[in-house]
């Protein structure tokens, strides 16, 4: 599985097909925390808004990088589940790196200040509460980028609509009063509840919102790739 990742990683880095995530993920960015000083947690808990559509379009280059031919030699190589977990381990591998460096770019901007008042979190809270709210936003990108790929779906036209509206949607009915907010993932949520100070509550109540949709979602790129193979 280790070869496939690796393979997979880097021909999405050597056609270049890393740069375009990369770059819209930086200005991104640098554009919302420039000079901002916002408070660690309430900074964070935005960026990862912002990152949610950049890591979902990432994952859908990368697992469009690899030849129709090159997958199917894969899955008769090594099985179709292994070849379907490689391509998503590759796709959350290049998101960690992309989160690394949404978690140092508004350090080096200005975006992030101190401690909000004495009796807010500390820095290092703030920290962790960050690094909680981009681990979460990953799972759900990845699925969504691989539900929108082409060994899903096989009109790029179609993975295309896939990717806008599953973004959309995200945002749309994300908001506090929709009357479906668990239908999307809890990318809004992550930052209301980063900014507003997490409690244990919230924190499990997100994260297993997060963690079953992004599965559910999985398991449906699983079975529409049977459904093209």
């Known amino acids: 599985m280790i070869p496939l990742v690796v393979l997979r990683l880097t021909g999405f880095v050597r056609t270049a097909r890393a740069l375009p995530p990369l770059l819209a993920g930086l200005l991104a960015l640098v554009v919302l925390h420039g000079g901002a000083g916002a408070p660690p947690a309430e900074a964070y808990g935005v960026s990862a808004v912002i990152l949610f559509p950049v890591l979902a379009w990432q994952t859908r280059l990368l697992l469009d990088t690899e030849p129709d031919v090159q997958r199917r030699l894969a899955v008769v190589a090594a099985g179709r589940r292994t070849e379907l977990v490689a391509g998503l381990l590759a796709a959350a591998t290049a998101g960690l790196a992309l989160v690394v460096i949404a978690l140092v770019v508004p350090w080096l901007v200005g975006g992030v200040s101190g401690p909000d008042g004495p009796g807010g979190p500390s820095v290092g809270?703030?920290?962790?509460?960050?690094?909680?709210?981009?681990?979460?936003?990953?799972?759900?990108?990845?699925?969504?980028?691989?539900?929108?790929?082409?060994?899903?779906?096989?009109?790029?036209?179609?993975?295309?609509?896939?990717?806008?509206?599953?973004?959309?949607?995200?945002?749309?009915?994300?908001?506090?009063?929709?009357?479906?907010?668990?239908?999307?993932?809890?990318?809004?949520?992550v930052a209301r509840t980063s900014t507003a100070g997490p409690t244990?509550?919230?924190?499990?109540?997100?994260?297993?919102?997060?963690?079953?949709?992004?599965?559910?979602?999985?398991?449906?790129?699983a079975w529409l790739r049977r459904r093209q193979a």
Do not use: E, K
């Open 125 to 189: 809270q703030g920290l962790a509460v960050g690094l909680w709210a981009h681990l979460l936003v990953l799972p759900p990108a990845v699925g969504l980028g691989a539900l929108s790929s082409r060994a899903a779906v096989a009109s790029p036209l179609s993975g295309l609509a896939v990717l806008v509206c599953g973004v959309v949607c995200a945002f749309v009915f994300g908001l506090r009063d929709s009357v479906v907010p668990w239908l999307v993932p809890p990318v809004l949520a």
């Open 200 to 221: 244990a509550m919230s924190l499990g109540l997100v994260t297993g919102h997060a963690v079953l949709w992004s599965a559910v979602v999985i398991t449906g790129y």
